[in-house]
C-alpha cells in the first residue's frame, strides 16, 4: 500500500507530541516494572525505534475491531493537533499543548460510550467528557484573557 505521507515526515511531526503523552500516560502512575517511558533514550528524548514501535501500535490494522478503530483515529487527532508551534511562554505552551489533550481524553471517552459494555466504564467516560470539557474552557478563556495578542 502506498502512503501519500512519508512514515519518517509523521513520525517527525508527531514526535513532541507523542513524548508529552507518552510522559503523561496514567496521570502519575508510575511505569510498569522494566519500563523506559521515554524510550531508549531516557527524559526528553525517543529513539527512533521506539518512536516507530509507538507509531505502529496507533495505524489502523485490518482486523482491528471497530472500538480499536476507533481509538486510533481519536489518538492521532489528538497527535496532530497537539502539534502546534512552541511560543517559549510556558503559561501558554502548557496550555496550547493541553487543550488537544484534554480534547483527546474526550473523544476517547466518546469511543468508550458507544462501544463499552461495563456500566462504571461509560460512568467514568461520561464524568471525563464532564471534567475535561470544563477544563479546556477554562484554559481557552485564561489564553484569551492573557496570551500575547
Do not use: C
Request: aromatic residues 2%; glycine residues 6%; proline residues 6%.
Amino acid at each position: 500500500m502506498k502512503r501519500s505521507i512519508p512514515t519518517t515526515l509523521i513520525l517527525l511531526a508527531l514526535a513532541g507530541p507523542a513524548l508529552a503523552q507518552s510522559s503523561h500516560q496514567g496521570h502519575g502512575a508510575a511505569p510498569a516494572a522494566g519500563a523506559t517511558p521515554m524510550g531508549k533514550m531516557g527524559m526528553g528524548m525517543m529513539d527512533m525505534e521506539s518512536m516507530q514501535a509507538m507509531m505502529k501500535t496507533m495505524m489502523p490494522a485490518a482486523g482491528d475491531a471497530a472500538s480499536t478503530k476507533d481509538f486510533k483515529a481519536a489518538d492521532m487527532k489528538m497527535m496532530h493537533d497537539m502539534a502546534v508551534p512552541y511560543t517559549g511562554n510556558p503559561d501558554v505552551d502548557f496550555r496550547a499543548k493541553m487543550i488537544p489533550h484534554h480534547q483527546g481524553a474526550i473523544d476517547m471517552a466518546k469511543v468508550a460510550l458507544a462501544h463499552a459494555k461495563d456500566e462504571t466504564t461509560k460512568a467514568m467516560a461520561a464524568q471525563i467528557i464532564k471534567d475535561q470539557e470544563r477544563e479546556i474552557a477554562e484554559m481557552r478563556e485564561w489564553l484569551t484573557k492573557n496570551a500575547p495578542k
